[in-house]
């Protein structure tokens, strides 16, 4: 089975600070692992993934995760937020040769102006 | 615009009639996929289709549900007998063979009343 840990519903960040968005998962063998972001009533963005090699991933609109392997996490990072972040975040993981994705229940993202 | 499409976007119904969704993929994605996200949670995996051939189905996918994708190219979901439990954003996503991520849809968000 895989599984996701969003751990916290909000994250409210001042604007022009660094943010960090956390997600842990579980799953058998090498994880897929990937972040989305939902606007209301939209589907979900792509916006990075990690599958092998650099533990650092540089992604969309300047988002970029750190996968660590020993602590089973990938947590969403930017160096520097806008207002235009604040949007819906979330994590999700399938495992090799698994077609299904399997999120996280989100973390609402609110950048303070 | 090449990304995924589904229609309609919004489905209002009475309780014990039947819906059908339509979801048009990414051009040449040989992969599809339907989730259901349902309000304060994260999309949960429904069906996936390889070209015609439905390959996978979730539990939650119970038998007033059905998914076709004839071609190998558009696909439907239809549910039968609607209840009000069935009320969700219904999401539907494509991958490239070579690719790894999910590209997502906008939804049909269905009401029953």
């Known amino acids: 089975a895989q599984s996701v840990a969003q751990p916290e519903d909000q994250v409210n960040v001042a604007e022009g600070n660094p943010l960090t968005v956390k997600c842990t998962y579980s799953v058998s063998g090498n994880p897929y692992l990937f972040w989305y972001v939902q606007y209301p009533n939209r589907g979900l963005q792509f916006l990075l993934k990690?599958?092998?090699?650099?533990?650092l991933v540089k992604g969309s609109y300047g988002f970029e995760a750190e996968f660590n392997k020993s602590q089973t996490s990938f947590h969403l990072k930017k160096p520097s937020a806008l207002v235009s972040d604040s949007a819906l975040y979330f994590c999700a993981v399938r495992g090799f040769g698994n077609e299904k994705l399997t999120f996280g229940t989100g973390t609402r993202l609110t950048i303070i102006p | 615009d090449t990304g995924v499409s589904q229609n309609p976007r919004h489905k209002i119904t009475k309780r014990g009639q039947n819906v059908t969704f339509r979801c048009d993929p990414i051009s040449e994605h040989n992969r599809l996929y339907w989730y259901r996200q349902t309000l304060g949670q994260g999309p949960e995996f429904l069906t996936y289709f390889q070209n015609e051939a439905q390959l996978e189905k979730s539990r939650l996918l119970s038998d007033r549900f059905s998914a076709e994708r004839p071609k190998g190219s558009f696909s439907t979901l239809e549910i039968q007998r609607t209840e009000q439990g069935d009320s969700a954003m219904y999401l539907c996503?494509?991958?490239?063979?070579?690719?790894?991520?999910?590209?997502f849809g906008p939804g049909t968000r269905l009401t029953v009343l």
């Open positions: 996503a494509s991958r490239a063979g070579v690719g790894n991520e999910q590209f």
């Open positions: 990690y599958i092998t090699g650099d533990n």
